[in-house]
């Protein structure tokens, strides 16, 4: 465990002595710390307008999805301005883990950036306690993957991207299969529950994406029905869009 709480601490050192050279280097070349193109401006104000969603809503968030329904009353001016010239809206902060407490809160950032955390610790740990080199060049594989994870949310949206998505649950679950200890976990009965506590929770979670995904086709259905002028059908499934969202 210390070589593993080493390895993260000196990481850590290194990630911040890198940004500090970053921040640096951008000082001296375009007089400003902070980037100052269009995108990273952008950017920036989006970090700032989602930080007072997450503080306005910060136990429970504003729930699944709704960052882009409720972001526009957070815009500042800038965005105010942006969006309105271009006609958009903006669907993802660009930061997992800032839009995880957007949507869901203290409780909903503790348990994504505890997952993260949890995979890194144990793939470290495994790779200072395996005795095989196979074992440990995979155990090195896992932290890189994850902590590329990891760095990339902190600019972008990975984990709300279906593909990438996959691909990290994909990775967690190797790594608890391959490095799981063979101690018994115990004979408690929540224990023996979980696997069928789990299994509920995904199908309650399965039949609430599907009704979503079914309420969106219904709405693009909608609105090309509107748009030929067909509107007793837009009507129709519109409403019944409504009733799956």
């Known amino acids: 465990q210390r070589g593993v709480l080493k390895t993260i601490g000196i990481c850590g050192v290194g990630a911040l002595v890198a940004l500090a050279c970053i921040f640096g280097v951008q000082q001296v070349r375009a007089n400003s710390a902070a980037p ?8 920036i104000n989006s970090l700032w ?11 429970f968030g504003t729930g699944p999805g709704n960052f882009q329904i409720d972001n526009a009353r957070y815009w500042s001016p800038f965005e105010q301005d942006w969006y309105a010239t271009e006609r958009k809206l903006n669907t993802h902060v660009h930061n997992d883990l800032l839009e995880t407490a957007v949507e869901t809160g203290v409780l909903g950032t503790a348990c994504h950036a505890g997952l993260i955390l949890l995979l890194l610790f144990k793939s470290l740990l495994a790779y200072f306690s395996s005795q095989t080199p196979e074992r440990r060049r995979f155990a090195l594989t896992i932290a890189g993957l994850v902590t590329a994870f990891a760095i990339d949310g902190l600019t972008g949206f990975n984990l709300r991207a279906p593909v990438s998505a996959a691909l990290f649950f994909v990775i967690a679950g190797m790594c608890d299969g391959v490095f799981r200890s063979a101690a018994r976990l ?7 529950a979980a696997p069928a506590l789990l299994t509920v929770a995904m199908l309650v979670v399965a039949v609430a994406e599907v009704s979503t995904f079914a309420s969106q086709v219904m709405l693009l259905q909608g609105r090309g029905a509107a748009h030929w002028k067909d509107y007793a059908a837009a009507d129709s499934l519109l409403a019944r869009a409504q009733r799956f969202a």
Do not use: E, V
């Open 36 to 43: 100052n193109d269009l995108s990273a401006f952008l950017r």
């Open 49 to 59: 307008s989602a930080s007072r969603m997450a503080i306005a809503y910060p136990l």
């Open 186 to 192: 115990g004979t408690h009965a929540w224990y023996r």
